[in-house]
């Protein structure tokens, strides 16, 4: 019973290993980027709307 308790914590630890290594290999930056390209979205669309209503006001 006591080499079984061991054995689990021995696997429980390295798994809580290889979590952290790979963690640590993450790269977040897709995630920054993809924000950052909504945010240029949002930028457009506004300067789109913004144009068509300074087209409507030459017109009338």
Request: aromatic share 2%.
């Amino acid at each position: 019973m006591v080499c079984k308790a061991h054995e689990q914590d021995a696997l429980l630890s390295a798994i809580r290993g290889l979590i952290r290594e790979e963690l640590r290999n993450l790269d977040l930056t897709t995630e920054k980027s993809q924000q950052t390209q909504a945010g240029d979205m949002d930028e457009d669309v506004l300067g789109f709307l913004l144009a068509l209503q300074q087209e409507e006001d030459e017109i009338t």
